[in-house]
C-alpha cells in the first residue's frame, strides 16, 4: 500500500482557477516526482524535484520539494480543461534505489 | 518520439490461462519496471530489472507471476495460472539507471480482466 499521503483526493474546479496539491510522507525523500496520468493511458512525468527547497516549473505548473524533504506540492495556475487527469506524486527515499513510492493519486475535474 | 511500447493493450481471460504482457523500454535505457495498478492499492512495483538483470521482485506473487527481459528490448510479465484478483492494468516503465536522478517513463499499460 501508499506510504505517501496524497490529498486532496478530488478536486472539481471552474476553468481559470489555480489549483494546489500535495504530498506527505513520516520519512524523508532524496526525489519527488509528479506524474499526469490521463484516462486510459500510462503516467506521464510532469516535473522532477532532487533538492530540498527546489521549486521548478513547468509551464502552468509548479512543483516544490519541501524544506523538510518529506513533502512535495503541485500547483497548476489558469487551470484549463485538458488539466483534468490524475496527478501523481512519487518519491524515492534514500538508499532505495530506483524505487519509486507513489501517493493515492489527485483526480482533478475542471468545468468549462 | 521515444516511448515504452506494451502490447497487448487489452487483455480478458478466463480464471487459470496465461497470460504473457510484453514491454518494448525507450531504446537506450538499462532499467525496467513491471508496475501493477488497481483502485484500492493504486500504483504497486512488481519487478525491476537493471541491465536486464532482475534486482527486486519482492513486490510479485512468486507462486503465479514471472518476468523476464530475454533481451535489451524485451520484457515480459506472466502470470500462470492467472485468477480474477490479478485483474487490473500492468504498467511497465523504463529509465536510464541513473540513480536518484533517474526518471521512469511509462508504457501505456495492458488492461487484464480474468473472469
Known amino acids: 500500500g501508499q506510504q505517501l499521503n496524497q490529498s486532496p483526493q478530488s478536486m472539481f474546479i471552474q476553468e481559470g482557477e489555480d489549483v494546489s496539491m500535495n504530498c506527505t510522507s513520516s520519512s524523508i525523500f532524496n526525489t519527488w516526482l509528479w506524474y499526469k496520468q490521463d484516462p486510459g493511458e500510462g503516467p506521464v512525468l510532469l516535473i522532477a524535484l532532487y533538492k530540498a527547497g527546489e521549486l521548478t516549473s513547468n509551464g502552468r505548473l509548479t512543483a516544490q520539494f519541501g524544506i523538510t524533504r518529506k513533502d512535495s506540492f503541485l500547483n497548476i495556475s489558469a487551470s484549463i480543461p485538458s488539466d483534468v487527469g490524475i496527478y501523481f506524486c512519487?518519491?524515492?527515499?534514500?538508499?532505495?534505489?530506483?524505487?519509486?513510492?507513489f501517493g493515492a493519486g489527485t483526480r482533478l475535474a475542471v468545468h468549462p | 518520439d521515444a516511448r515504452v511500447t506494451q502490447t497487448p493493450r487489452h487483455k480478458v481471460t478466463e480464471m487459470g490461462q496465461e497470460v504473457t504482457m510484453r514491454c518494448q523500454p525507450i531504446?537506450?535505457?538499462?532499467?525496467v519496471f513491471w508496475y501493477r495498478q488497481t483502485m484500492m492499492q493504486g500504483l504497486e512495483l512488481l519487478a525491476y530489472?537493471?541491465?536486464?538483470?532482475?534486482?527486486?521482485d519482492s513486490g510479485m506473487p512468486k507462486d503465479r507471476f514471472s518476468a523476464e527481459m530475454p533481451d535489451a528490448t524485451l520484457a515480459t510479465l506472466k502470470i500462470q495460472p492467472s485468477e480474477p484478483r490479478d485483474s487490473a492494468v500492468y504498467f511497465c516503465a523504463s529509465g536510464l539507471g541513473q540513480g536518484v536522478l533517474e526518471t521512469q517513463y511509462f508504457g501505456p499499460g495492458t488492461r487484464l480482466l480474468v473472469l
Open positions: 531504446l537506450g535505457h538499462n532499467t
Open positions: 530489472f537493471r541491465n536486464r538483470a532482475p534486482l527486486d
Open positions: 512519487a518519491g524515492r527515499r534514500p538508499g532505495g534505489y530506483n524505487k519509486l513510492i
